[in-house]
């Protein structure tokens, strides 16, 4: 088995990040033929998945995932004064924990003959719930 591990910047509190690109050139430097690539973020408070890189489409998911769960709503996660052990700078993110549930943080993506398997608007996304911040996604190549 093969892995590379990407290191990306977000620079808003929510962001998406088009992987695709990255993908294409993992199953490339990779050298087989047929396989699968599992393409999972390293944060519980970022998403992985497969959409259409559309901006209003995106901006729906957003306001979505706000009313699925709000931000500063009252969720047990940001009783920080609860929480030994939590540094001062502990940001008040249960919503973006919750969020990455809603979508999920794993995707598996085929290969066949060299070629990412995804439809004509699919796109691999990393979604950022908590940003900005440092972030890191794990590619990893199932041969068939």
């Not at 047990?76 to 249960?94: F, M, V």
């Not at 999920?104 to 691999?124: A, H, I, K, R, S």
Request: hydrophobic residues 40%.
């Amino acid at each position: 088995m093969t892995s590379q591990l990407l290191s990306l910047s977000t620079e808003a509190p929510f962001q998406y990040l088009p992987l695709t690109a990255a993908l294409r050139r993992f199953v490339q430097v990779h050298g087989e033929r047929d396989g699968a690539v599992v393409v999972s973020g390293q944060h519980t408070t970022t998403a992985v998945i497969i959409n259409e890189l559309e901006e209003r489409l995106l901006m729906d998911l957003k306001r979505w995932l706000s009313q699925m769960a709000p931000p500063g709503d009252d969720w047990k996660h940001d009783d920080l004064h609860l929480r030994p052990g939590i540094p001062d700078d502990e940001p008040r993110n249960a919503h973006a924990h919750l969020q990455a549930l809603l979508l999920g943080n794993q995707v598996t993506v085929n290969v066949c003959n060299g070629e990412l398997q995804l439809g004509q608007y699919q796109d691999v996304l990393l979604v950022e719930l908590d940003g900005p911040r440092q972030r890191k996604v794990s590619l990893q190549w199932l041969s068939a």
